[in-house]
T-cell receptor
Framework: AQSVTQPDIHITVSEGASLELRCNYSYGATPYLFWYVQSPGQGLQLLLKYFSGDTLVQGIKGFEAEFKRSQSSFNLRKPSVHWSDAAEYFC???????????FGTGTRLTVIP | EAGVTQSPTHLIKTRGQQATLRCSPISGHTSVYWYQQALGLGLQFLLWYDEGEERNRGNFPPRFSGRQFPNYSSELNVNALELEDSALYLCASPQGWRAGDIVPKPSSKETQYFGPGTRLLVL
């Protein structure tokens, strides 16, 4: 069965610092992987997705993620965090002919000045 | 192009009542997924509707039900509300698969776009 693990419940970084949010998945075949961001009181916004091909994926707002099959990981990165990046981040895995997505429990990002 | 819309934004009910939540998918999208985001439980898949039919449901009791209309909008109904039903209910709109689609084939059909959600509070 598919599952997604986000080991970090809460991360605090200083504005301008680099960021890496971890995501590990469990899935037998090649997964479809997604990162979503949820600002307080808002719905989910798609940051980026991986289906196949280049394992380094660029998304919106300066985010990128790298798919590493050997580590079953899809970590989200940003070289320089902005205060507006404070939000909750969700990693999700889907499958071919998708039904639902399986979500991680989320990582809450706090950005300090 | 309008995104996924949901109404109402907030809903307050008491235990035992019924709640009705509504969702309109992105124009041209015919699938609707419902998720529940309860405090401390993360996002849980509820229901999937496509072409007017329920295609799949998550691990929720039958008092969670819904339907999809000919215009592909959808309603989620929660009967006999319980306190633990308090949550943010999110609707998602992928393009969906059709008979004859070549599978597997990565495509934007796998991408789910979410609405702003309905926050349900059960007192």
């Amino acid at each position: 069965a598919q599952s997604v693990t986000q080991p970090d419940i809460h991360i605090t970084v200083s504005e301008g610092a680099s960021l890496e949010l971890r995501c590990n998945y469990s899935y037998g075949a090649t997964p479809y992987l997604f990162w979503y961001v949820q600002s307080p009181g808002q719905g989910l916004q798609l940051l980026l997705k991986y289906f196949s091909g280049d394992t380094l994926v660029q998304g919106i707002k300066g985010f990128e993620a790298e798919f590493k099959r050997s580590q079953s990981s899809f970590n989200l990165r940003k070289p320089s965090v902005h205060w507006s990046d404070a939000a909750e981040y969700f990693c999700a895995v889907g499958q071919t002919g998708a039904n639902n997505l399986f979500f991680g429990t989320g990582t809450r990002l706090t950005v300090i000045p | 192009e309008a995104g996924v819309t949901q109404s109402p934004t907030h809903l307050i009910k008491t235990r035992g009542q019924q709640a009705t939540l509504r969702c309109s998918p992105i124009s041209g999208h015919t699938s609707v997924y419902w998720y529940q985001q309860a405090l401390g439980l993360g996002l849980q898949f509820l229901l999937w509707y496509d072409e007017g039919e329920e295609r799949n449901r998550g691990n929720f009791p039958p008092r969670f039900s819904g339907r999809q209309f000919p215009n592909y909008s959808s309603e989620l109904n929660v009967n006999a509300l319980e306190l633990e039903d308090s949550a943010l209910y999110l609707c998602a709109s992928p393009q969906g698969w059709r008979a004859g689609d070549i599978v597997p084939k990565p495509s934007s059909k796998e991408t789910q776009y979410f609405g702003p959600g309905t926050r349900l509070l059960v007192l």
